[in-house]
Protein backbone atom coordinates (compact mmCIF):
# COMPACT_ATOMS: atom_id res chain seq x y z
CA UNK A 1 0.00 0.00 0.00
CA UNK A 2 1.40 3.58 -0.31
CA UNK A 3 1.06 5.44 2.24
CA UNK A 4 -0.15 9.44 1.43
CA UNK A 5 2.60 10.65 3.34
CA UNK A 6 4.45 13.49 1.92
CA UNK A 7 8.04 13.90 2.04
CA UNK A 8 9.73 16.11 4.99
CA UNK A 9 10.86 19.76 3.39
CA UNK A 10 14.59 18.70 2.35
CA UNK A 11 17.65 20.99 1.07
CA UNK A 12 18.84 21.65 -2.35
CA UNK A 13 22.16 19.95 -3.47
CA UNK A 14 25.01 22.30 -3.18
CA UNK A 15 25.61 23.35 -6.67
CA UNK A 16 25.04 26.27 -8.96
CA UNK A 17 21.46 25.82 -10.62
CA UNK A 18 18.87 28.81 -12.27
CA UNK A 19 15.33 29.76 -11.15
CA UNK A 20 13.10 29.21 -14.16
CA UNK A 21 10.37 31.72 -14.42
CA UNK A 22 7.99 31.76 -11.81
CA UNK A 23 9.12 29.30 -9.95
CA UNK A 24 9.15 30.59 -5.91
CA UNK A 25 6.46 28.16 -4.88
CA UNK A 26 8.63 25.65 -7.70
CA UNK A 27 11.03 25.56 -5.00
CA UNK A 28 8.80 23.84 -2.56
CA UNK A 29 8.35 20.61 -4.36
CA UNK A 30 12.30 19.66 -4.97
CA UNK A 31 13.82 17.52 -2.68
CA UNK A 32 17.26 17.00 -0.92
CA UNK A 33 18.93 15.15 -4.09
CA UNK A 34 18.08 11.59 -6.55
CA UNK A 35 18.82 8.93 -3.52
CA UNK A 36 19.70 6.04 -5.07
CA UNK A 37 18.13 3.71 -7.48
CA UNK A 38 18.51 0.53 -5.72
CA UNK A 39 16.32 1.40 -2.77
CA UNK A 40 12.76 -0.70 -2.28
CA UNK A 41 9.43 0.08 -3.35
CA UNK A 42 8.01 2.38 -6.05
CA UNK A 43 9.90 5.14 -7.62
CA UNK A 44 8.02 7.84 -10.09
CA UNK A 45 9.85 11.04 -10.60
CA UNK A 46 11.49 13.19 -13.25
CA UNK A 47 15.01 13.36 -13.82
CA UNK A 48 17.54 15.84 -13.89
CA UNK A 49 17.70 16.43 -17.62
CA UNK A 50 13.88 16.36 -17.60
CA UNK A 51 13.37 19.10 -14.71
CA UNK A 52 16.25 20.86 -16.66
CA UNK A 53 14.53 21.09 -19.97
CA UNK A 54 11.20 21.88 -18.81
CA UNK A 55 11.75 24.37 -16.30
CA UNK A 56 16.08 24.75 -15.90
CA UNK A 57 16.62 23.58 -12.89
CA UNK A 58 19.39 20.95 -12.01
CA UNK A 59 17.10 18.75 -9.55
CA UNK A 60 14.98 15.56 -9.64
CA UNK A 61 11.63 16.36 -8.44
CA UNK A 62 9.93 13.48 -7.34
CA UNK A 63 6.22 12.10 -6.97
CA UNK A 64 6.96 8.77 -5.63
CA UNK A 65 10.26 8.17 -3.88
CA UNK A 66 10.12 4.34 -1.88
CA UNK A 67 6.42 4.12 -1.81
CA UNK A 68 5.87 7.30 -0.47
CA UNK A 69 3.88 9.81 -1.96
CA UNK A 70 4.96 13.57 -2.44
CA UNK A 71 1.54 15.13 -3.05
CA UNK A 72 3.14 18.41 -2.62
CA UNK A 73 4.93 18.06 -6.24
CA UNK A 74 1.88 16.18 -7.33
CA UNK A 75 -0.63 19.18 -6.90
CA UNK A 76 1.92 21.65 -8.98
CA UNK A 77 0.53 22.05 -12.74
CA UNK A 78 3.62 22.85 -14.13
CA UNK A 79 3.95 24.60 -17.78
CA UNK A 80 5.18 23.01 -20.79
CA UNK A 81 6.84 24.80 -23.54
CA UNK A 82 5.30 25.79 -26.46
CA UNK A 83 7.87 24.02 -28.57
CA UNK A 84 8.25 20.87 -25.80
CA UNK A 85 6.22 18.40 -27.80
CA UNK A 86 7.27 15.52 -25.35
CA UNK A 87 7.31 14.60 -21.45
CA UNK A 88 9.67 11.67 -20.00
CA UNK A 89 8.74 9.83 -16.39
CA UNK A 90 11.70 8.14 -14.92
CA UNK A 91 10.01 5.15 -12.90
CA UNK A 92 11.20 1.98 -11.47
CA UNK A 93 9.78 -0.87 -8.46
CA UNK A 94 11.51 -3.48 -6.36
CA UNK A 95 8.18 -5.58 -6.40
CA UNK A 96 5.67 -6.28 -8.79
CA UNK A 97 3.66 -3.50 -9.62
CA UNK A 98 0.70 -3.60 -11.70
CA UNK A 99 -0.22 0.05 -13.43
CA UNK A 100 -2.81 1.04 -15.95
CA UNK A 101 -2.37 4.95 -17.45
CA UNK A 102 -5.07 7.30 -18.84
CA UNK A 103 -4.48 10.50 -20.67
CA UNK A 104 -7.09 12.93 -21.01
CA UNK A 105 -6.99 16.75 -22.53
CA UNK A 106 -9.64 19.30 -22.24
CA UNK A 107 -9.01 21.31 -26.01
CA UNK A 108 -8.66 18.08 -28.24
CA UNK A 109 -9.39 20.84 -31.27
CA UNK A 110 -5.75 22.43 -29.96
CA UNK A 111 -3.70 18.76 -29.95
CA UNK A 112 -3.30 15.84 -31.59
CA UNK A 113 -4.29 12.75 -28.96
CA UNK A 114 -1.90 12.22 -26.79
CA UNK A 115 0.08 8.53 -27.25
CA UNK A 116 2.76 7.08 -24.97
CA UNK A 117 5.55 4.84 -26.06
CA UNK A 118 4.39 2.23 -23.25
CA UNK A 119 0.70 0.34 -23.28
CA UNK A 120 -1.45 1.71 -21.17
CA UNK A 121 -1.54 -1.28 -18.63
CA UNK A 122 0.83 -3.53 -17.48
CA UNK A 123 3.59 -3.94 -14.60
CA UNK A 124 6.64 -1.03 -13.25
CA UNK A 125 9.75 -2.20 -14.22
CA UNK A 126 12.07 -3.39 -12.02
CA UNK A 127 15.27 -1.40 -13.49
CA UNK A 128 15.40 1.80 -13.94
CA UNK A 129 13.42 3.21 -17.51
CA UNK A 130 11.75 6.10 -18.52
CA UNK A 131 8.57 6.73 -20.80
CA UNK A 132 7.45 9.19 -23.13
CA UNK A 133 3.89 10.77 -23.64
CA UNK A 134 3.72 12.64 -26.80
CA UNK A 135 1.86 16.10 -26.91
CA UNK A 136 1.44 17.87 -30.12
CA UNK A 137 -0.34 20.57 -30.94
CA UNK A 138 -2.78 20.60 -34.19
CA UNK A 139 -2.20 24.53 -35.00
CA UNK A 140 -6.03 24.57 -35.39
CA UNK A 141 -6.91 27.19 -32.70
CA UNK A 142 -4.87 28.94 -30.48
CA UNK A 143 -5.63 27.48 -26.81
CA UNK A 144 -4.00 26.72 -23.27
CA UNK A 145 -4.60 23.29 -23.43
CA UNK A 146 -4.92 21.49 -19.62
CA UNK A 147 -3.31 17.86 -19.67
CA UNK A 148 -4.10 14.93 -17.16
CA UNK A 149 -2.42 11.89 -16.75
CA UNK A 150 -3.93 9.43 -14.81
CA UNK A 151 -1.45 6.55 -13.57
CA UNK A 152 -3.19 3.57 -11.15
CA UNK A 153 -0.62 1.71 -9.57
CA UNK A 154 -1.62 -1.47 -7.12
CA UNK A 155 0.60 -3.71 -5.29
CA UNK A 156 0.29 -7.23 -5.96
CA UNK A 157 -0.18 -8.21 -2.72
CA UNK A 158 -1.99 -5.18 -1.68
CA UNK A 159 -4.66 -5.44 -4.57
CA UNK A 160 -5.58 -1.35 -3.55
CA UNK A 161 -4.94 1.11 -6.40
CA UNK A 162 -3.84 4.21 -5.86
CA UNK A 163 -4.31 6.86 -8.18
CA UNK A 164 -1.83 9.54 -8.90
CA UNK A 165 -2.64 12.38 -10.91
CA UNK A 166 0.02 14.84 -13.04
CA UNK A 167 -1.06 18.06 -14.34
CA UNK A 168 0.50 20.00 -17.26
CA UNK A 169 -0.25 22.92 -18.89
CA UNK A 170 0.63 23.66 -22.38
CA UNK A 171 0.27 26.76 -25.23
CA UNK A 172 -0.83 25.74 -28.39
CA UNK A 173 -1.09 28.70 -31.71
CA UNK A 174 -2.78 28.19 -35.00
CA UNK A 175 -0.36 27.51 -37.56
CA UNK A 176 -0.03 30.44 -39.77
CA UNK A 177 -0.26 29.41 -43.36
CA UNK A 178 2.39 31.61 -45.42
CA UNK A 179 1.65 32.93 -48.88
CA UNK A 180 2.40 30.61 -51.89
CA UNK A 181 2.74 32.41 -55.32
CA UNK A 182 1.67 30.65 -58.32
CA UNK A 183 4.13 32.03 -61.27
CA UNK A 184 2.19 33.57 -63.61
CA UNK A 185 2.82 32.65 -67.87
CA UNK A 186 3.16 35.47 -69.68
CA UNK A 187 -0.07 36.36 -71.88
CA UNK A 188 -1.22 38.45 -74.81
CA UNK A 189 -2.98 41.28 -74.52
CA UNK A 190 -5.20 43.00 -77.29
CA UNK A 191 -2.78 44.17 -79.23
CA UNK A 192 -1.11 40.97 -79.50
CA UNK A 193 2.23 41.31 -77.66
CA UNK A 194 3.51 39.41 -75.08
CA UNK A 195 2.56 40.60 -71.27
CA UNK A 196 4.85 39.49 -68.19
CA UNK A 197 3.95 40.82 -65.09
CA UNK A 198 6.92 39.89 -63.07
CA UNK A 199 8.90 41.95 -65.93
CA UNK A 200 7.03 44.97 -65.80
CA UNK A 201 7.10 45.55 -61.98
CA UNK A 202 8.67 44.50 -58.71
CA UNK A 203 6.02 42.33 -56.66
CA UNK A 204 4.38 43.33 -53.79
CA UNK A 205 6.60 41.23 -51.46
CA UNK A 206 9.67 42.31 -52.90
CA UNK A 207 8.70 46.55 -52.12
CA UNK A 208 7.92 45.30 -48.83
CA UNK A 209 11.32 43.54 -48.29
CA UNK A 210 13.55 46.46 -49.86
CA UNK A 211 11.25 49.04 -47.61
CA UNK A 212 12.01 46.35 -44.48
CA UNK A 213 15.70 46.33 -45.12
CA UNK A 214 16.05 50.06 -45.24
CA UNK A 215 13.63 50.63 -42.06
CA UNK A 216 16.29 48.14 -40.63
CA UNK A 217 19.00 49.98 -41.41
CA UNK A 218 18.03 53.46 -40.46
CA UNK A 219 17.22 52.05 -36.35
CA UNK A 220 20.64 50.06 -36.38
CA UNK A 221 21.83 53.78 -37.56
CA UNK A 222 19.78 55.70 -34.81
CA UNK A 223 20.38 53.01 -32.59
CA UNK A 224 24.53 52.99 -32.81
CA UNK A 225 24.39 57.24 -32.48
CA UNK A 226 22.59 56.78 -29.20
CA UNK A 227 24.94 54.02 -28.06
CA UNK A 228 27.77 56.29 -29.11
CA UNK A 229 26.80 59.13 -26.90
CA UNK A 230 25.71 57.47 -24.09
CA UNK A 231 28.63 55.75 -24.14
CA UNK A 232 30.85 59.15 -24.19
CA UNK A 233 28.68 60.50 -21.74
CA UNK A 234 29.46 57.80 -19.16
CA UNK A 235 33.24 58.35 -19.96
CA UNK A 236 32.87 61.84 -18.80
CA UNK A 237 30.66 60.72 -15.98
CA UNK A 238 33.48 58.16 -14.75
CA UNK A 239 36.20 60.98 -14.93
CA UNK A 240 34.62 62.90 -13.00
CA UNK A 241 33.54 60.30 -10.10
CA UNK A 242 37.19 59.90 -10.23
CA UNK A 243 38.60 63.22 -9.72
CA UNK A 244 35.69 63.22 -6.68
CA UNK A 245 36.52 60.14 -4.74
CA UNK A 246 39.25 60.29 -2.51
CA UNK A 247 42.00 57.57 -1.08
CA UNK A 248 39.18 56.44 1.18
CA UNK A 249 37.14 55.15 -1.67
CA UNK A 250 39.70 52.64 -2.02
CA UNK A 251 38.92 50.71 1.30
CA UNK A 252 36.03 48.92 0.53
CA UNK A 253 37.75 47.72 -2.61
CA UNK A 254 37.70 44.27 -1.13
CA UNK A 255 37.72 42.78 2.55
CA UNK A 256 39.37 38.93 3.50
CA UNK A 257 37.22 35.96 2.84
CA UNK A 258 37.10 32.97 5.82
CA UNK A 259 33.76 31.79 4.52
CA UNK A 260 32.87 30.13 1.45
CA UNK A 261 29.33 31.69 -0.20
CA UNK A 262 27.78 29.88 -3.06
CA UNK A 263 25.04 31.51 -5.54
CA UNK A 264 22.71 30.45 -7.70
CA UNK A 265 21.13 32.42 -10.53
CA UNK A 266 17.46 33.29 -10.79
CA UNK A 267 16.26 33.70 -13.94
CA UNK A 268 12.84 35.15 -13.77
CA UNK A 269 11.21 36.62 -17.01
CA UNK A 270 12.10 40.54 -14.91
CA UNK A 271 15.31 39.64 -15.08
CA UNK A 272 15.45 40.60 -18.32
CA UNK A 273 13.43 43.88 -18.26
CA UNK A 274 15.35 47.19 -17.60
CA UNK A 275 15.32 48.21 -14.00
CA UNK A 276 13.09 50.65 -13.11
CA UNK A 277 11.04 51.74 -9.84
CA UNK A 278 7.83 50.10 -9.36
CA UNK A 279 4.53 52.84 -9.27
CA UNK A 280 3.38 50.39 -6.66
CA UNK A 281 5.40 51.53 -3.68
CA UNK A 282 5.85 54.96 -2.75
CA UNK A 283 9.55 55.85 -4.49
CA UNK A 284 12.39 57.81 -2.85
CA UNK A 285 15.25 59.92 -4.89
CA UNK A 286 18.44 59.95 -3.10
CA UNK A 287 21.12 61.95 -4.64
CA UNK A 288 24.67 61.40 -3.34
CA UNK A 289 25.84 62.91 0.39
CA UNK A 290 22.08 63.97 0.84
CA UNK A 291 22.65 63.79 4.37
CA UNK A 292 25.80 65.65 4.57
CA UNK A 293 24.18 68.75 3.45
CA UNK A 294 22.75 69.42 6.41
CA UNK A 295 24.65 71.14 8.60
CA UNK A 296 25.02 70.40 12.96
CA UNK A 297 23.14 73.02 13.83
CA UNK A 298 20.12 72.27 11.51
CA UNK A 299 20.30 68.51 12.83
CA UNK A 300 20.64 69.74 16.57
CA UNK A 301 17.46 72.26 15.97
CA UNK A 302 15.35 69.03 14.60
CA UNK A 303 16.15 66.93 17.92
CA UNK A 304 15.65 69.98 20.38
CA UNK A 305 12.15 69.16 21.62
CA UNK A 306 13.23 65.74 23.12
CA UNK A 307 16.98 67.60 24.04
CA UNK A 308 17.79 66.46 28.21
CA UNK A 309 19.84 67.79 30.74
CA UNK A 310 23.84 65.70 30.53
CA UNK A 311 23.45 64.87 34.02
CA UNK A 312 20.42 62.60 33.67
CA UNK A 313 22.72 60.02 32.01
CA UNK A 314 25.33 57.70 33.46
CA UNK A 315 27.53 55.87 31.29
CA UNK A 316 28.47 52.19 32.17
CA UNK A 317 30.26 49.36 29.99
CA UNK A 318 30.76 50.13 26.62
CA UNK A 319 28.96 47.64 24.39
CA UNK A 320 30.18 48.45 21.30
CA UNK A 321 32.87 50.47 20.02
CA UNK A 322 34.10 51.79 16.28
CA UNK A 323 36.47 54.01 14.53
CA UNK A 324 34.91 57.34 15.90
CA UNK A 325 31.51 55.78 17.27
CA UNK A 326 30.36 54.20 20.35
CA UNK A 327 27.29 52.54 22.03
CA UNK A 328 27.72 52.83 25.96
CA UNK A 329 24.95 50.90 28.23
CA UNK A 330 23.80 53.58 30.10
CA UNK A 331 21.33 54.76 32.71
CA UNK A 332 18.51 57.44 32.60
CA UNK A 333 17.60 59.20 35.83
CA UNK A 334 13.87 60.31 35.80
CA UNK A 335 13.72 63.88 35.60
CA UNK A 336 10.54 64.10 38.32
CA UNK A 337 11.76 61.08 40.33
CA UNK A 338 15.88 60.62 40.94
CA UNK A 339 14.75 57.63 42.45
CA UNK A 340 13.71 55.98 39.86
CA UNK A 341 16.01 54.93 36.71
CA UNK A 342 15.88 53.10 33.37
CA UNK A 343 18.14 51.47 31.29
CA UNK A 344 19.23 52.93 28.01
CA UNK A 345 21.37 52.74 24.98
CA UNK A 346 23.96 55.70 24.41
CA UNK A 347 24.65 56.82 20.98
CA UNK A 348 27.76 58.73 20.99
CA UNK A 349 31.20 59.54 19.21
CA UNK A 350 34.48 60.40 20.00
CA UNK A 351 36.89 62.98 20.45
CA UNK A 352 38.35 62.83 17.16
CA UNK A 353 35.00 62.61 15.35
CA UNK A 354 34.25 65.01 12.57
CA UNK A 355 31.38 67.48 12.57
CA UNK A 356 30.03 66.02 9.34
CA UNK A 357 29.99 62.57 11.11
CA UNK A 358 27.65 63.95 14.53
CA UNK A 359 25.86 65.57 12.00
CA UNK A 360 24.81 62.32 10.47
CA UNK A 361 24.97 60.70 13.47
CA UNK A 362 22.13 63.00 14.77
CA UNK A 363 20.08 63.24 11.12
CA UNK A 364 20.32 58.96 11.22
CA UNK A 365 18.72 58.77 14.70
CA UNK A 366 15.75 60.51 13.54
CA UNK A 367 15.15 57.75 10.77
CA UNK A 368 12.42 56.40 13.54
CA UNK A 369 11.50 58.97 15.34
CA UNK A 370 8.07 59.62 16.42
CA UNK A 371 6.49 55.82 15.58
CA UNK A 372 5.31 53.80 17.94
CA UNK A 373 5.24 49.89 17.30
CA UNK A 374 6.30 46.85 19.47
CA UNK A 375 8.66 45.88 16.71
CA UNK A 376 10.54 49.45 16.63
CA UNK A 377 13.34 51.03 18.31
CA UNK A 378 12.77 55.17 17.62
CA UNK A 379 15.27 57.79 19.45
CA UNK A 380 13.64 58.54 23.15
CA UNK A 381 16.38 61.77 23.99
CA UNK A 382 19.50 63.08 23.06
CA UNK A 383 21.90 65.20 24.57
CA UNK A 384 23.47 68.06 22.78
CA UNK A 385 24.91 70.31 25.10
CA UNK A 386 27.71 72.63 23.53
CA UNK A 387 30.44 71.54 26.04
CA UNK A 388 29.56 67.81 25.44
CA UNK A 389 30.01 65.40 22.74
CA UNK A 390 26.22 64.63 21.40
CA UNK A 391 24.45 61.42 22.56
CA UNK A 392 21.33 59.50 21.68
CA UNK A 393 18.77 57.68 24.05
CA UNK A 394 17.36 54.62 23.24
CA UNK A 395 15.60 52.32 25.18
CA UNK A 396 17.76 49.11 26.26
CA UNK A 397 17.56 45.51 25.07
CA UNK A 398 19.72 43.53 27.05
CA UNK A 399 21.05 41.00 24.44
CA UNK A 400 21.86 43.87 22.30
CA UNK A 401 22.63 43.86 18.51
CA UNK A 402 20.90 41.12 16.68
CA UNK A 403 23.71 39.85 14.39
CA UNK A 404 26.17 39.83 17.08
CA UNK A 405 23.88 38.08 19.12
CA UNK A 406 23.79 35.74 15.96
CA UNK A 407 27.07 35.32 15.79
CA UNK A 408 27.45 34.58 19.48
CA UNK A 409 25.10 31.91 19.08
CA UNK A 410 27.30 30.31 15.74
CA UNK A 411 30.06 30.27 18.20
CA UNK A 412 28.19 28.03 21.02
CA UNK A 413 26.11 25.81 18.80
CA UNK A 414 28.62 23.10 18.48
CA UNK A 415 28.84 22.69 22.26
CA UNK A 416 25.12 23.63 22.73
CA UNK A 417 23.11 23.01 19.61
CA UNK A 418 19.20 23.79 21.11
CA UNK A 419 20.68 27.23 22.22
CA UNK A 420 18.63 28.63 19.60
CA UNK A 421 16.03 26.97 17.52
CA UNK A 422 14.71 27.54 13.74
CA UNK A 423 11.07 28.25 15.02
CA UNK A 424 13.06 30.85 16.97
CA UNK A 425 15.03 32.38 14.17
CA UNK A 426 11.44 32.41 11.99
CA UNK A 427 9.92 34.32 15.42
CA UNK A 428 12.68 37.07 15.08
CA UNK A 429 11.82 37.07 11.33
CA UNK A 430 8.08 37.38 11.44
CA UNK A 431 9.06 40.60 14.16
CA UNK A 432 10.77 42.27 11.46
CA UNK A 433 8.29 42.07 8.92
CA UNK A 434 5.71 43.14 11.01
CA UNK A 435 7.76 46.29 12.17
CA UNK A 436 8.59 46.67 8.63
CA UNK A 437 4.92 46.15 7.13
CA UNK A 438 4.02 49.15 9.85
CA UNK A 439 6.62 51.30 8.44
CA UNK A 440 5.24 50.62 4.59
CA UNK A 441 2.22 51.96 5.81
CA UNK A 442 3.33 54.94 6.89
CA UNK A 443 5.16 55.06 3.59
CA UNK A 444 8.37 55.05 5.69
CA UNK A 445 11.28 53.92 3.74
CA UNK A 446 14.35 52.71 6.29
CA UNK A 447 16.68 52.11 3.34
CA UNK A 448 19.23 49.86 5.57
CA UNK A 449 17.39 47.27 7.05
CA UNK A 450 19.98 44.34 8.17
CA UNK A 451 20.49 42.35 11.31
CA UNK A 452 23.04 44.63 12.40
CA UNK A 453 20.22 47.24 12.88
CA UNK A 454 18.35 45.28 14.91
CA UNK A 455 18.38 44.84 18.79
CA UNK A 456 17.16 41.98 20.83
CA UNK A 457 16.58 40.94 24.60
CA UNK A 458 16.29 37.81 26.88
CA UNK A 459 12.71 37.18 25.48
CA UNK A 460 13.93 36.94 22.03
CA UNK A 461 11.83 39.87 21.37
CA UNK A 462 13.21 41.87 18.42
CA UNK A 463 12.92 45.95 17.42
CA UNK A 464 14.45 47.51 14.36
CA UNK A 465 16.38 50.72 15.04
CA UNK A 466 17.90 52.83 12.81
CA UNK A 467 21.29 52.88 10.99
CA UNK A 468 23.05 55.91 13.03
CA UNK A 469 26.99 54.63 13.35
CA UNK A 470 26.13 51.52 11.67
CA UNK A 471 28.82 52.47 8.79
CA UNK A 472 31.54 53.09 11.65
CA UNK A 473 30.82 49.92 13.84
CA UNK A 474 29.97 47.27 11.11
CA UNK A 475 32.36 49.17 8.59
CA UNK A 476 32.75 45.62 6.85
CA UNK A 477 29.32 45.89 5.63
CA UNK A 478 29.48 49.08 3.76
CA UNK A 479 31.55 50.19 0.71
CA UNK A 480 32.40 53.21 -1.24
CA UNK A 481 31.58 52.70 -5.16
CA UNK A 482 33.75 55.34 -6.06
CA UNK A 483 31.03 57.91 -5.23
CA UNK A 484 32.81 58.95 -1.50
CA UNK A 485 29.13 57.42 -0.12
CA UNK A 486 29.32 54.00 2.13
CA UNK A 487 26.39 51.94 1.30
CA UNK A 488 25.43 48.87 2.36
CA UNK A 489 26.34 47.54 -1.35
CA UNK A 490 25.23 43.60 -0.27
CA UNK A 491 22.10 44.56 1.15
CA UNK A 492 20.23 46.81 -1.69
CA UNK A 493 18.13 46.16 -4.44
CA UNK A 494 19.42 46.27 -7.81
CA UNK A 495 17.21 49.49 -8.87
CA UNK A 496 18.65 51.49 -5.58
CA UNK A 497 22.27 50.78 -6.43
CA UNK A 498 21.77 51.73 -10.30
CA UNK A 499 19.14 54.55 -9.83
CA UNK A 500 19.70 54.98 -6.20
CA UNK A 501 15.77 54.89 -5.75
CA UNK A 502 14.67 53.31 -2.51
CA UNK A 503 11.19 52.24 -2.26
CA UNK A 504 9.55 49.95 0.11
CA UNK A 505 10.19 47.66 -2.15
CA UNK A 506 13.97 47.92 -1.60
CA UNK A 507 13.23 47.26 1.73
CA UNK A 508 11.85 44.10 1.30
CA UNK A 509 14.79 42.75 -0.84
CA UNK A 510 16.88 43.91 2.37
CA UNK A 511 14.53 41.57 4.06
CA UNK A 512 15.75 38.54 2.02
CA UNK A 513 19.08 39.02 2.91
CA UNK A 514 18.45 39.46 6.76
CA UNK A 515 16.42 36.35 6.25
CA UNK A 516 19.11 34.72 5.17
CA UNK A 517 21.67 36.31 7.88
CA UNK A 518 19.13 34.77 10.50
CA UNK A 519 18.94 31.68 8.98
CA UNK A 520 22.83 31.21 8.80
CA UNK A 521 23.68 33.06 12.12
CA UNK A 522 25.01 35.90 10.97
CA UNK A 523 27.01 35.25 7.88
CA UNK A 524 27.67 37.91 5.40
CA UNK A 525 25.83 37.80 2.63
CA UNK A 526 27.97 37.73 -1.14
CA UNK A 527 31.04 37.69 1.12
CA UNK A 528 33.26 36.27 -2.34
CA UNK A 529 31.25 39.06 -4.67
CA UNK A 530 33.75 41.81 -5.30
CA UNK A 531 31.38 45.42 -4.30
CA UNK A 532 31.65 47.18 -7.37
CA UNK A 533 30.81 43.95 -9.45
CA UNK A 534 27.35 43.45 -7.47
CA UNK A 535 25.34 45.33 -10.05
CA UNK A 536 26.55 43.46 -12.66
CA UNK A 537 26.17 40.42 -10.65
CA UNK A 538 22.94 40.82 -9.48
CA UNK A 539 21.55 41.93 -13.06
CA UNK A 540 22.73 38.48 -14.37
CA UNK A 541 20.22 37.19 -12.26
CA UNK A 542 22.46 35.47 -9.64
CA UNK A 543 21.66 35.31 -5.95
CA UNK A 544 22.86 33.92 -2.74
CA UNK A 545 22.17 29.87 -2.59
CA UNK A 546 19.87 28.37 -0.05
CA UNK A 547 21.57 27.80 3.30
CA UNK A 548 22.83 24.93 5.23
CA UNK A 549 19.88 23.39 6.99
CA UNK A 550 17.27 25.84 5.56
CA UNK A 551 14.04 24.54 4.82
CA UNK A 552 12.70 24.48 1.03
CA UNK A 553 9.86 26.19 2.04
CA UNK A 554 12.13 29.04 3.90
CA UNK A 555 14.16 29.95 1.01
CA UNK A 556 11.70 29.96 -0.91
CA UNK A 557 10.49 33.65 0.57
CA UNK A 558 13.73 34.48 0.24
CA UNK A 559 13.89 34.20 -3.36
CA UNK A 560 10.91 36.06 -4.14
CA UNK A 561 12.36 38.87 -2.23
CA UNK A 562 14.89 39.24 -4.71
CA UNK A 563 13.20 39.90 -7.91
CA UNK A 564 14.61 42.33 -10.13
CA UNK A 565 11.13 43.58 -11.12
CA UNK A 566 10.05 45.40 -7.61
CA UNK A 567 6.33 45.16 -8.62
CA UNK A 568 7.16 41.25 -8.31
CA UNK A 569 8.12 41.07 -4.32
CA UNK A 570 5.63 40.84 -1.89
CA UNK A 571 4.34 43.25 0.29
CA UNK A 572 5.69 42.74 4.12
CA UNK A 573 2.04 42.02 5.12
CA UNK A 574 1.78 39.01 2.50
CA UNK A 575 5.43 38.06 4.18
CA UNK A 576 4.20 38.12 7.88
CA UNK A 577 1.09 35.84 7.19
CA UNK A 578 3.44 33.56 4.71
CA UNK A 579 6.50 33.65 7.61
CA UNK A 580 3.08 32.90 10.54
CA UNK A 581 1.88 29.87 9.09
CA UNK A 582 5.42 28.31 8.49
CA UNK A 583 5.89 28.95 11.94
CA UNK A 584 2.48 27.28 12.58
CA UNK A 585 3.62 24.31 10.73
CA UNK A 586 7.28 24.12 12.27
CA UNK A 587 5.37 24.02 15.64
CA UNK A 588 3.31 21.08 14.37
CA UNK A 589 6.55 19.06 14.48
CA UNK A 590 7.75 20.37 17.66
Not at 29 to 34: E, I, Y
Not at 391 to 408: A, E, H, I, S, Y
Not at 558 to 571: N, Q, S, V
Amino acid sequence: MLPGVPDPPGGWRRRRRRLGPGLCMLLLLLLSGPGTHSDPGLNVYMSEEEVRRLIGLDAELYYVRNDIINHYALSFNLLVPSETNSLHFSWHAKSKVEYKLGLQVDHSLAVDTPQANISMQGDVPYSLSVFRVDLFCSGKMDSEVMLLMQLNVTISSAKNITVLNFKRRKMCYRKVEQEVKVPISPEKNSSGINFDPVNVAPTTSTRVFYISVGVCCAVIFLVAIILAVLHLHSMKRVELDDSMSDSSSSQGLSQPSTQTTQYLRADTPNNATPVTSSSGYPTLRIEKNDLKSVTLLEAKAKVKDIAISRERVTLKDVLHEGTFGRIFHGILVDEKDPSKEKAVFVKTVKDQASEVQITMMLTESCKLRGLHHRNLLPIGHVCIEDAEKPMVLLPFMNWGNLKLFLRQCKLVEANNPQAISQQDLVHMAIQIACGMSYLARREVIHKDLAARNCVIDESLQVKITDNALSRDLFPMDYHCLGDNENRPVRWMALESLVNKEFSSAGDVWAFGVTLWELMTLGQTPYVDIDPFEMAAYLKDGYRIAQPINCPDELFAVMACCWALDPEERPKFQQLVQCLTEFHAALGAYV
